[in-house]
């Protein structure tokens, strides 16, 4: 690639997570503060930018690569709230096809296109589906495509793994020029152990939390008008959650090469925390962190 | 451990299955993967070897699949390319073949063969990616395909064949005189009263493939036709004979005798078809005597080639002739199964000589073996040549890939083999 045009982030995590609600909420938050965000949703479900546009439709870029030899930045793009230039990356129907392989192929026709040169974004948010399944998932991460990735987790062991896995495929990329991380975004937290649990991880692996978003009914409110919280609840807490999360991706540079934990050592961890988990739950109490 | 290969001869899973398709009668490969593939396959495969296949070149039929059919999936494009090679290519069976890419993607080809077998196609499938093995693995696959798929279109012949008898092993091309060898075999096993199935060269089509399960026994030549006899011995019980390589010589004498055995055939019209056949190979030999001692035949000599061909020549070689095994380089990459057998039989060719027998397909390896063995002969394939001219020794070429022949009929197998690899071998180290 040329030369760079504006900060370019990836999010990963585990499917359902709330990877797409908490990127369409950082691009809004961003695109409130003044600047020129554009939202690339990298998953063959295509519902990434869906809450930034109210809920129309979008044409993917590989539904109208299909379909028409030459594909223009218009056909596969839309202006969403605050002006988020919203790209859908698409893939193929269930069980047939390589959606890795789409991912790489939509990615570089947004390359070809020159879409960075001539819209001049300030941040560009790639939206990666669920776990890195395979090669192609990774591609945002790779090649100095992102800067730095950052992981949305809960404090669920499946989400934790997940996110276990993606610092397997930074620390395999990144010193040959891939993204690094940016930090781990801590979602949903409603259990009174989940922080503690996700700084226990971060630790472990070298990273850190950059923000803590609570489970909360404005997003799912704001979810069911087809909105984000920055639009739908701008006066909400909830709102400021996000505003601080923009902010840190924007203000903060740092990233770090993360220490992914093997197979075993993962599981012995996980089982530590169900056995706190459990003396919490029995009002054993200890020092506990911020239980 | 991992290590380097230099010049490999061994080209990948696609290219065996379609040396296999394009070497049967009738039978119209359709390739499904990437332009490459096919064109690799006339370049790599075909020209060199002396005489290419009906579809061996360009002509060949491939979905050409671009990048739009990796990320949605090419069964479509290969809907479309079977229709059209249909129209276009007449033929009693199309046999599907896939390449690396549409196999990872995963496309799903038995359900666009059966789509093809609704509207009436002859068509089968065979899953032959290039990361599933080499060329011989390739034969395997193809072969398997086969056998189980055919039975399938309800073309099979129902009456049994008295005394027919299968031959696996042989890879097309891989063996550049898999025609000749195979017709000499067959030609013996008529002599004594069986009914050869060559399955491949000339009028070789879907009879003789649907008469398969029919054979009264299955004799396997190499290591690579292991699999389908064992196959037909689950399906159909059919006895299997292996053979310890190609019989040349007076092993194919034995080897007559062996099926005479198996088969309960009348043992004195075997015995009296091999008086025949040994009285004029060695009227030959005599013939060659006077050539023999005055240019000195025997001379220590370099092998390299695939087990079938090392194991078999060498042994008519050593043990008929008298030369005598410096190096033997084994380069089909046998299963560890089959090694130690090799090895135990190969190295003690010659009482009280110690013959090295290495086993490589890498070409730099191979080329310094052959070096430091300094044999006085090397018989090989095209990629030896500059060794032996280094050496200034005669130097032979029969194996794949052969540069300075044109192969059609002839081959090294049975008697008239040895009397063929008499005369080359002669004149090899007579032009010397």
């Known amino acids: ?291 | 451990m991992a290590h380097h290969i230099e010049g490999s001869r061994n080209s990948c899973a696609l290219h065996g299955a379609l040396q296999v398709i394009e070497a049967i009668e009738g039978v119209v490969p359709v390739i499904h993967s990437t332009a490459g593939c096919g064109v690799q396959h006339f370049l790599g495969v075909n020209r060199l070897n002396a005489g290419s296949d009906r579809f061996g070149g360009p002509p060949v039929s491939n979905s050409n699949i671009s990048e739009k059919h990796v990320v949605f999936g090419g069964s479509s494009r290969l809907r479309e390319q079977l229709k059209n090679t249909v129209k276009i290519v007449e033929g009693d069976l199309y046999v599907i073949v896939t390449g690396c890419s549409t196999e990872m993607v995963g496309d799903d080809i038995p359900a666009m063969t059966k789509e093809g077998r609704d509207q009436d196609f002859q068509v089968i499938y065979a899953n032959t990616p290039g990361f599933r093995g080499d060329v011989h693995q390739g034969y395997q696959l193809a072969v398997k395909a086969l056998i189980e798929q055919l039975p399938a279109l309800g073309k099979g012949e129902q009456s049994s064949v008295e005394g027919l008898v299968n031959i696996w092993g042989i890879v097309p091309h891989q063996d550049p005189f898999w025609a000749g060898n195979l017709e000499e075999i067959g030609r013996l096993l008529e002599g004594i009263g069986l009914k050869p199935n060559l399955l491949f060269g000339y009028d070789q089509g879907l009879s003789s493939w649907n008469r398969v399960p029919n054979a009264a026994l299955n004799i396997v030549v190499s290591v690579w036709g292991d699999s389908p006899a064992m196959l037909l011995e689950e399906r159909y019980g059919t006895p299997v004979l292996k053979l310890e390589g190609l019989p040349v010589g007076s092993a194919a004498g034995r080897f007559l005798q062996t099926v005479s055995d198996r088969l309960n055939l009348d043992l004195t019209h075997t015995e009296n078809f091999i008086k025949s056949e040994e009285k004029r190979l060695n009227t030959y030999l005599a013939s060659l005597a006077d050539t023999y001692y005055r240019a000195g035949f025997q001379r220590e000599f370099a092998f390299v080639g695939e087990s079938s061909q090392v194991a078999g020549l060498s042994e008519f070689l050593t043990g008929t002739l008298g030369l005598i095994p410096r190096t033997l380089i084994i380069t089909d990459n046998p299963p560890e199964y089959a090694r130690e057998a090799l090895l135990s039989r190969l190295t003690g060719l010659v009482e009280g000589y110690s013959t090295e027998v290495v086993f490589s397909e890498d070409h730099a390896e191979i080329i310094d073996q052959v070096r430091s063995g300094a044999a006085e002969l090397v018989l090989g394939s095209a990629l030896e040549e500059q060794v032996a001219l280094a050496l200034g020794v005669p130097f032979l070429q029969l194996s794949f890939p052969l540069s300075d022949k044109v192969v059609l009929s002839r081959g090294y197998s049975g008697y008239r083999g040895a009397a063929a690899l008499l005369e080359d071998l002669g004149s090899a180290i007579l032009s010397n």
């Open chain 1, 1 to 291: 690639m040329s030369e760079k045009h504006g900060k370019h982030i990836a999010i990963y995590g585990k499917g359902g997570i709330g990877k797409s609600t908490t990127t369409s909420n950082i691009s809004a938050a961003l695109a409130e503060a003044g600047y020129k965000v554009i939202q690339i949703g990298c998953d063959p479900k295509s519902d990434s930018t869906t809450i930034l546009r109210g809920g129309n439709d979008l044409p993917t870029v590989l539904d109208t690569l299909r379909e028409q030899s030459k594909v223009k930045i218009e056909d596969v793009s839309a202006v969403g709230f605050g002006g988020v230039l919203c790209i859908e990356a698409g893939g193929p129907v269930p069980g047939v096809g390589c959606a890795g392989r789409g991912i790489n192929a939509a990615v570089e026709l947004l390359q070809e296109l020159n879409l960075f040169e001539e819209y001049k974004p300030d941040f560009v948010l790639y939206d990666v589906l669920g776990d890195v399944v395979c090669g192609g998932f990774a591609v945002p991460i790779r090649d100095g495509i992102a800067d730095r990735a950052f992981v949305v987790t809960s404090s669920d062991f499946m989400a934790i793994f997940a996110a276990n896995n993606l610092f397997k495929a930074i620390n395999k990329y990144a010193p040959s020029g891939g993204a690094r991380l940016g930090g781990v975004i801590a979602n949903s937290i409603q259990a009174p152990y989940a922080k503690s649990l996700i700084d226990d991880f971060t630790q472990q692996t070298g990273t850190s939390v950059v923000g803590y978003v609570p489970r909360s009914f404005t997003v799912a409110q704001s979810e069911l008008f087809g909105q984000t919280v920055i639009e739908a609840a701008p006066k909400s807490e909830q709102a400021d959650v996000y505003r601080n999360l923009a902010r840190f991706i924007d203000e903060h540079q740092d990233s770090v090469i993360p220490h992914p934990l093997n197979g075993p050592e993962l599981k012995k961890w996980a089982r530590t925390w169900g056995d706190r988990i459990f003396e919490v739950e029995t009002g054993v109490v200890q020092k506990m962190e911020s239980i």
